[in-house]
């Protein structure tokens, strides 16, 4: 029996994966070759373009490299061994508040029997000294229950206060998955998720949204100049850069490596533009130093590709529009911004 066009498709695609793992050195484990296989397969586009940038910067696929692409795209483990953490610590909370609120039906419900045997006492006795024993053990009785209200009280407070620190462990955790350890930007996950959010929003606003793709220039060869340390001071500079020039409602993040995003939210195309020539400029007027030497090495550029959001558009085609943009920019000459506007055909690419 002949095999399908689609098993002879997948074997093929299954071979180029596994000639490209031992052209890069790439360890034959699982994960890595899930990672190539896609790349192949180009069922995942943002994960072809992350590791064509990386392929274009000629760098290592080491087995942290490759583990680092297969969490960003094909893992949530931190994601969910936090739910699951905090879905057992809420569960043992409740358990526990289910368990007072059980004692405190029950002190209730004693007590209640003790009020009315009194009302019964009340109602047949024959002596005041029978009266005021009655009394006292209602008052006893009321005094019990106020301290074991008081009990419960406390234990209801203290479980308040665990979920709420419970809570705030959650949201820290959830920040810093959300973050480029490197540059404390958002990170690439965080990016796409942001960027539907945002996009969906200015869809049901009516408003416009762009988005600026940067790169640094020459990075690879600054890094190979330098060295990786200094490479890491000059992506923090690029970051703390963006900070300095975003809006609160807007969102810098680390696209990878050199490689930057900025989402803005109720932007028009020319403020757009205008905002990353100033984010450009800033960066070329600042100097790098080395920190361990104090040796002045020289300024960095940025090219920048800025995009406007059509509603209803795959937001892979907007990226692919400032991402193209950016490619043009390089192609002139670097240090420069373009937008979509600018683009004269949408196949225009260049070398780092």
């Known amino acids: 029996m002949a095999p399908s066009n689609e098993f002879n498709a ?7 994966a596994i000639k490209k793992m031992i052209e890069l ?5 699982p994960a890595n070759y899930m990672v190539w296989y896609h790349y192949y397969a180009n069922s995942h586009p943002d994960l072809k373009r992350t590791i064509d940038v990386l392929l274009d910067n000629n760098q290592d696929f080491d087995d942290a490299q490759c583990a680092k692409i297969y969490e960003q795209y094909f893992t949530l483990d931190v994601e969910s061994g936090l739910l699951d953490s905090a879905s057992g610590s809420f569960e043992k909370i409740i358990d526990r508040a289910v368990q007072y609120l059980d004692e405190a039906g029950t002190d209730a419900a004693e007590f209640g029997e003790t009020l009315a045997d009194a009302s019964g006492g009340l109602a047949g006795q ?20 106020e301290n074991r209200a008081k009990v419960l009280e406390e234990r209801l407070a203290a479980a308040s206060s665990e979920v709420a620190d419970l809570r705030q462990e959650v949201e820290i955790t959830r920040r810093e998955a959300a973050t480029d350890g490197l540059t404390g930007l958002v990170n690439r996950k965080r990016f796409d998720i942001t960027l539907r959010e945002t996009a969906a929003e200015m869809m049901e ?32 500079l690029l970051a703390m850069t963006l900070n300095e020039c975003i809006k609160g409602q807007d969102t810098a993040a680390r696209y990878g490596g050199e490689e930057f995003a900025v989402i803005l939210p109720n932007t028009l195309l020319n403020p757009a533009i205008l905002l990353a020539e100033n984010i450009r400029e800033r960066v070329s007027r600042k100097s790098i130093i080395n920190k361990s030497s104090g040796d002045q090495l020289g ?33 002139q000459g670097r240090n420069r911004v373009l937008s979509e506007n600018d683009l004269v055909s ?6 780092n």
């Open 10 to 16: 997948v074997t093929v695609i299954a071979q180029d």
């Open 25 to 29: 050195g790439v360890p034959a484990s």
């Open 126 to 145: 024959s002596s005041p000294d029978e009266a005021r024993d009655i009394i006292s053990g209602v008052v006893n009785a009321t005094q019990e229950m």
């Open 205 to 236: 606003a009516g408003e416009d949204m762009c988005l600026l793709m940067l790169d640094i220039d020459f990075f690879k060869k600054f890094n190979d100049n330098y060295g990786h340390q200094t490479g890491d001071q000059v992506l923090k």
């Open 299 to 331: 300024a960095i550029t940025l090219s920048i590709g800025v995009a406007k959001y059509d509603f209803g558009e795959p937001l892979s085609e907007l990226i692919s529009r400032a991402d193209t943009a950016l490619y043009a920019a390089k192609n």
């Open 346 to 351: 949408p196949s225009a690419s260049a070398q």
